[in-house]
């Protein structure tokens, strides 16, 4: 069960980069079979606004690497002191820690988890996967979930929505309601939207794509529905924009603000994206009155509560590198598999020999007694013969490591 993956993160890689490597949706499937004819092995693919990681069950990582150069149109040279490659074990605690919330801007953050078990079914469904890589990712959902139980990692106030929130108070005031406009309707729009609707906003709009989507989202949380096209002419009416789309380009432009903060006569705007790539240009930041974030942003921000949890994130590491050393057992019983079935197959031929001779002893006339006792003798004589030798030639070698070993799988006494 060899994995190795290469990746890159928001610690090792700025936003610029991380939102050229974004495999969205409606490319994700055209590059899994295209990496899949380049190699034999099994793949997937972990693509989301703080990471790109991709899977495979070959030491092969050049041609993962220059692959997903040519793939993005990026210059090789510009990725390799980015990227990270792990194999085996370093893999698998990773992946854990990604899993568990332990490696994302936000610490703990929950969606993570889903966005991995759809990478997976995702690599299922266009035939990457196989049992190395199902294995393997059965064993990190265990650790993931073994954290998340066991730890409080996952019940800190430091998660998107609170953060978000937290700038409001100090933008707006904290008791003063605002109107707030999310644009798109995935999960993570789901999760702001559910809780900053139980802090009583003054609305809730759910600017969408498929209306139908975006009336389902706004019914479980109070809220109304409208189409993105209609953004641009009521950007205006609202306080805080929370952008989360799988867009390539830029929704929201900077004449679009700056029309709507002349309309509201320069009251301020709080503008969140949480895209990768990004939902609003950059050059909106720039605007009076108006206050850009983005998820990088958001995460220095929750930096300063860590100190917080340190005692969780203690237990947590402690948890995954208990699962680690499972996995890499897990690994090692693997390597020797193949040695046990040869040993087991060895000496079943062994014993079906003798067990052939001796029938024909019997079919002669020997008696039973002399007949088993001579088969016993043969067997023990055939089954001690390879290690008798071995122990002799260790002997006359000196090596007292290989006679150590020996003595320990025959249970030997001094």
């Given at each position: 069960?060899?994995?190795?993956?290469?990746?890159?993160?928001?610690?090792?890689?700025?936003?610029?980069?991380?939102?050229?490597?974004?495999?969205?949706?409606?490319?994700?499937?055209?590059?899994?079979?295209?990496?899949?004819?380049?190699?034999?092995?099994?793949?997937?693919?972990?693509?989301?606004?703080?990471?790109?990681?991709?899977?495979?069950?070959?030491?092969?990582?050049?041609?993962?690497?220059?692959?997903?150069?040519?793939?993005?149109?990026?210059?090789?040279?510009?990725?390799?002191?980015?990227?990270?490659?792990?194999?085996?074990?370093?893999?698998?605690?990773?992946?854990?820690?990604?899993?568990?919330?332990?490696?994302?801007?936000?610490?703990?953050?929950?969606?993570?988890?889903?966005?991995?078990?759809?990478?997976?079914?995702?690599?299922?469904?266009?035939?990457?996967?196989?049992?190395?890589?199902?294995?393997?990712?059965?064993?990190?959902?265990?650790?993931?979930?073994?954290?998340?139980?066991?730890?409080?990692?996952?019940?800190?106030?430091?998660?998107?929505?609170?953060?978000?929130?937290?700038?409001?108070?100090?933008?707006?005031?904290?008791?003063?309601?605002?109107?707030?406009?999310?644009?798109?309707?995935?999960?993570?729009?789901?999760?702001?939207?559910?809780?900053?609707?139980?802090?009583?906003?003054?609305?809730?709009?759910?600017?969408?794509?498929?209306?139908?989507?975006?009336?389902?989202?706004?019914?479980?949380?109070?809220?109304?529905?409208?189409?993105?096209g209609d953004i641009h002419h009521k950007m205006n009416a609202f306080d805080i924009v929370i952008s989360s789309t799988s867009s390539q380009l830029p929704i929201i432009g900077l004449g679009m603000i700056e029309k709507a903060i002349k309309l509201r006569k320069h009251k301020p705007m709080l503008l969140i994206d949480l895209a990768i790539p990004r939902d609003i240009e950059s050059e909106v930041g720039e605007l009076d009155d108006i206050f850009l974030y983005t998820f990088d942003d958001l995460a220095k921000i929750t930096e300063v509560n860590l100190k917080n949890r340190e005692r969780e994130i203690v237990k947590a590491e402690k948890l995954i590198e208990e699962k680690c050393l499972e996995y890499k057992s897990q690994i090692h019983q693997k390597k020797v598999t193949p040695y046990i079935k040869s040993l087991n197959e060895k000496f079943e031929k062994t014993r079906l020999e003798e067990l052939t001779k001796i029938n024909k002893d019997i079919k002669k006339g020997i008696p039973i007694d002399e007949a088993l006792d001579k088969f016993s003798k043969n067997l023990t004589k055939k089954f001690l013969h390879t290690p008798t030798k071995a122990l002799n030639d260790h002997a006359k070698q000196e090596n007292m490591d290989g006679i150590e070993f020996l003595k320990k799988i025959f249970n030997l006494k001094d």
């Amino acid at each position: 069960m060899q994995i190795h993956l290469i990746g890159l993160n928001h610690k090792t890689a700025p936003m610029k980069l991380r939102e050229r490597l974004v495999f969205s949706n409606d490319i994700l499937t055209q590059a899994l079979i295209e990496l899949k004819g380049k190699t034999s092995s099994e793949i997937l693919i972990l693509s989301t606004c703080n990471r790109t990681e991709i899977y495979q069950n070959s030491p092969d990582t050049k041609t993962l690497i220059s692959w997903l150069a040519k793939f993005h149109k990026v210059k090789e040279s510009a990725l390799n002191s980015h990227l990270y490659c792990l194999e085996n074990e370093a893999a698998f605690r990773h992946a854990s820690r990604v899993a568990a919330g332990l490696d994302s801007m936000i610490l703990g953050e929950t969606q993570i988890l889903g966005q991995m078990k759809q990478a997976l079914k995702q690599s299922e469904f266009t035939g990457s996967h196989g049992k190395n890589l199902s294995n393997f990712f059965q064993r990190v959902f265990e650790a993931a979930k073994l954290v998340r139980s066991g730890t409080g990692i996952g019940a800190s106030s430091t998660t998107v929505a609170s953060t978000i929130l937290k700038l409001a108070d100090k933008i707006f005031g904290k008791t003063s309601p605002t109107n707030i406009l999310f644009i798109g309707a995935g999960e993570m729009t789901e999760l702001c939207c559910k809780y900053f609707s139980a802090n009583n906003q003054k609305s809730l709009t759910i600017a969408n794509r498929s209306i139908v989507n975006g009336q389902a989202l706004a019914k479980k949380v109070g809220g109304q529905a409208i189409l993105i096209g209609d953004i641009h002419h009521k950007m205006n009416a609202f306080d805080i924009v929370i952008s989360s789309t799988s867009s390539q380009l830029p929704i929201i432009g900077l004449g679009m603000i700056e029309k709507a903060i002349k309309l509201r006569k320069h009251k301020p705007m709080l503008l969140i994206d949480l895209a990768i790539p990004r939902d609003i240009e950059s050059e909106v930041g720039e605007l009076d009155d108006i206050f850009l974030y983005t998820f990088d942003d958001l995460a220095k921000i929750t930096e300063v509560n860590l100190k917080n949890r340190e005692r969780e994130i203690v237990k947590a590491e402690k948890l995954i590198e208990e699962k680690c050393l499972e996995y890499k057992s897990q690994i090692h019983q693997k390597k020797v598999t193949p040695y046990i079935k040869s040993l087991n197959e060895k000496f079943e031929k062994t014993r079906l020999e003798e067990l052939t001779k001796i029938n024909k002893d019997i079919k002669k006339g020997i008696p039973i007694d002399e007949a088993l006792d001579k088969f016993s003798k043969n067997l023990t004589k055939k089954f001690l013969h390879t290690p008798t030798k071995a122990l002799n030639d260790h002997a006359k070698q000196e090596n007292m490591d290989g006679i150590e070993f020996l003595k320990k799988i025959f249970n030997l006494k001094d």
